[in-house]
């Protein structure tokens, strides 16, 4: 079984800071692509950023500049710093994984995501 599970979510002000933290556990063989989406109530859920397992990144319009992912691949970890934060970036935030896992001898991947972590920006 494989489980991600997401820390960090919190009230904070406009302007403040917050770091997300996203710990995969399980029966990982390795992970790919880890990734940051988040769903603001009424809305769909969308990208935030992603980074692959050799450290290149992706980000929406909408945070460039503010936030920066990273991952700490002996720790199964990723992770969201989030400067500047506006109450638009108010959203639950959910973890993404590319985890490849061995199945009978063979390996598979499979796309797994966390609980979810809310955050909110008060204005």
């Known amino acids: 079984q494989v489980q991600l599970v997401e820390s960090g979510g919190d009230l904070v002000q406009a302007g403040g800071s917050l770091r997300l933290s996203c710990a995969a556990s399980?029966?990982?063989?390795?992970?790919?692509?880890m990734g940051w989406y988040r769903q603001a109530p009424g809305k769909q859920r969308e990208l935030v950023a992603t980074?692959?397992?050799?450290?290149?990144?992706v980000y929406a319009d909408s945070v460039k500049g503010r936030f920066t992912i990273s991952r700490d691949n002996a720790k199964n970890t990723v992770y969201l710093q989030m400067n500047s934060l506006k109450p638009e970036d108010t959203a639950v935030y959910y973890c993404?994984?590319?985890?490849?896992?061995?199945?009978?001898?063979?390996?598979?991947?499979?796309?797994?995501w966390g609980q979810g972590t809310q955050v909110t920006v008060s204005s």
């Open positions: 993404n994984a590319a985890i490849i896992v061995v199945q009978a001898g063979l390996r598979y991947e499979y796309s797994y």
């Open positions: 980074i692959t397992s050799g450290g290149s990144t």
């Open positions: 399980g029966s990982i063989f390795s992970i790919n692509a």
